[in-house]
């Protein structure tokens, strides 16, 4: 993948909303900002190994559902990243979504579209995260930890962190006061120091999986060619959702498949996280697990999720990095989102 | 030992239990109590007998945790788990359905601990229940008053049964058990053995019956019923209601003191009466106004026998009752053998009253019939202390006749009778009616026609003449059929004697 261009955006987009494993916010707010660009656009596509010798990282903090209701006026990314270049002195040379789930990566298009950085193709996660200190950047080395927020009602911050936890709870306490979402960017980071820490061919990826899942007939066949397995299917016949402030998971639901009997349930933070069959462990976080709508294969996201749904639940393997090394899997398994379980090692089908 | 699953549910100890969801007829081998999450639990859990699992902790979440349990339950064949969850907390329709997948019964229940304590002494057959239970109407016993009735319902809530007192033949005093035929006859067959009874029943339980001896009357029986499967509680309830049937029976021995201080009382009093005469000595009538009777005013006296073994001083009251029943406020006083008993009005009672009074006591007769059949006898309306002694003495005649009338449903009214027909009925005595029967047994074998002829030229005074018309034959017939009767039967119908006995003979039979 070499370009961006109005013929692969409908992949990317599909494909991104699948990746963010039902959450990540909704890929069509944005779409509907690219629209007008549509014809014009030409953003290069960096492989990790290219020319570029910094980068800056974005994504959309905060809550997805203000963001649909106070959509983007399009200058809250580029002036993130002009904040945080102003501050450091230097220039980002290329941009790098932060998630490759969900909006974050039409974001980082939009961003590049209009600085004219090309976007490397890689991110930090493989899937959608709710947490900036779950980036893999973190996980084995210090990086600098500059980084810039623009809230929807305007309101820029520059912020010298000492780690990420730091940063993400510090951001999150801003963003909740102030709009209730915002465009974040972080860096300018040197590649060459971090290139082996990113989740490499992201972008590529993405348009693999939007592609798949619109062209083969099946949705077997689309997991199949994805490296992946239809996990469950069936009717959603329960969904309970509560505040829990101290771990990730806010709910459970369950499905029944009319045919077999078999009763599934997954247990969701703001993405899917663990997904039991009869009872027995089928997949977990980190790998994908994404729930689509079973007639349209459109993807519902954890808080779409409602008693009487037909759906088809999607298990995709995770990024190969997650399992490379326990520093990754440790911020990746099922513990850290608050579900007391060990990651479950993926089934090939 | 086993149980299943609706029968453990009856115990006391676990009625307030739900059944979320489940199969009632589950059967469970053993219990297991477990404290822990779910996540913790799973583990713990090996395969066993079918299993009820108890979970100490209460369950907040039927989530990805509690399935896992569930799978793990059933592959130790866990059969049902009962646990407690917070009110706001629901069990939804996927742990359901898992639950129903996996053939595991949900138990909802108040108090995880009690319900372990409760299941595993019914599964493990310890002799704890029994224990427990025995103590428990010992206690109840020692703590009642000297009533029945609240000793009785002491008794029920210690033992946490409803409680049936049930006469010897199995008839039910006090509660609301009702028994079938077969049982009676096991009860009454068991009556004499002092032993408990245990029965199987029809409704899928086991009836549990404790004789209770007072010492003077008949047995009584204690009763209860208990779910078929749980022999524990069976056998400590069996124990239980032993200790309080003796407690039951000095109760029963108390009230039967009292009881037949009164009828003695009772009893005195009227035979002071009928030696009295006129006039009632003035003393002898203020113990007769003490004692609640009212001697100036009308009366109809009522004889009752009971026509098999009944105790006069233990059934008074039934008798009372069942009079009640029918809107007659009778003073009854016990007899050797059955009552007399007596209506009293201020002002004499007109014919139809009287008629009513009649038919109401025939009712009365009729509600009794199951449980003591009895021949009744009912007197004129009679005036004064004098007139109810002769009420009571003509109701007693009656009844001596209703016992040889069923075809008058034993019953008699002294008033719907002439006195010519009194005096014939006297003739229908146990030596009289065979003799009778014999003496006509000839005229039998060739038809009615002679009896019938025999019988119309006796009543119209021995004229051939009459009996022809009567009969609308030839007097020459009448004649011809004379001399059959005189032939068949051997006597010569010109004896005024024999004319006689065969006159009351074919009234008798007729």
Known sequence: ?349 | MTARLEELLALPGLREARLITGDPDTTVERVLGRAGTPRAISPMLFEGPATALVLMDPVNRFDTEFDILLRRASQAHVVTIAFASPAAVEVGPGTTALANRFRIALLAVPEPWEASVQLHDQIAASEAPVVQLITRAAAAALDAGPHLAETLQRLETALGYPLSLLDAAGYTLEGDATLDDSARAVLTASAAGGLPVQLATAAGTWLVAAPVGTGIGPRAWLATSVPRSLAAEAAGISGALQTAGVAVGHRLALARLADERDARSRTSLLDELRAAGSPTPPELAQRAIRAGLRLDAWHIGLRIIPRGPADPIAMRRDIQSAFESQGLNIRSVEEETGWVAWLSYETEPAVTDVRSTSAAVRRTQAQLRSRIPASIGVGSVQAGALGLVRSLGEAADAARLAINRPEAGYFVHIDTLGLAQLLLAWTQTDTFLPAARELLAPLDRTGGELLTTLGHYLDSGASIAETAAILDVHRNTVANRLAQVQRLLGVDLTDPETRLALHLATRTLR
């Open chain 1, 1 to 349: 993948m070499s370009m961006i261009t109005a013929s692969e955006v409908g992949s990317l987009a599909a494909g991104a909303a699948i990746l963010g494993s039902g959450g990540g916010g909704q890929v069509d707010i944005l779409l509907s900002a690219l629209r007008p660009r549509l014809d014009q656009l030409a953003v290069r596509v960096e492989p990790t190994t290219g020319t570029s010798r910094t980068f800056v990282s974005v994504t959309f903090l905060g809550s997805t559902t203000v963001l649909g209701e106070k959509p983007p006026g399009g200058f809250e990314l580029p002036e993130a990243v002009e904040a945080v270049e102003r501050w450091t002195g230097e220039n980002a040379e290329a941009v790098v979504p932060a998630q490759i789930g969900g909006m974050t990566v039409l974001g980082a298009l939009l961003l590049a579209d209009a600085t004219g950085l090309p976007l490397l193709d890689a991110d930090m996660v493989g899937r959608a995260t709710p947490r900036l200190d779950q980036l893999s950047i973190f996980a084995r080395r210090k990086v600098p930890l500059t980084a810039a927020i623009v809230t929807s009602s305007g309101l820029s911050m520059v912020i010298d962190a000492t780690s990420p936890v730091e940063l993400e709870s510090t951001l999150r306490g801003a963003v909740a006061r102030s709009g209730g979402w915002a465009a974040f960017a972080l860096g300018p980071l040197p590649l060459d120091a971090l290139r082996a820490d990113l989740v490499d061919g992201s972008i590529t990826r993405a348009v693999e999986v939007g592609k798949a899942i619109a062209e083969q007939d099946t949705l077997e066949a689309a997991a199949a060619v994805l490296g992946g397995r239809v996990a469950a299917r069936g009717r959603i016949v329960e969904v309970e959702r509560h505040d829990d402030p101290v771990s990730f998971v806010h709910g459970t639901a369950a499905l029944i498949d009319a045919k077999t009997g078999a009763v599934a349930r997954l247990e969701m933070g703001s993405e899917y996280l663990y997904l039991t069959v009869d009872g027995s462990p089928s997949a977990s976080v980190p790998d994908i697990i994404s729930v689509v709508n079973a007639r349209t294969r459109a993807p519902l996201s954890a808080d779409q999720l409602r008693t009487g749904n037909d759906v088809d639940v999607l298990a995709l393997p995770s990024a190969p990095l997650w399992r490379s090394d326990p520093a990754f899997l440790s911020r990746s398994d099922p513990r850290f989102y608050g579900v007391s379980a060990d990651a479950i090692m993926p089934t090939r089908p």
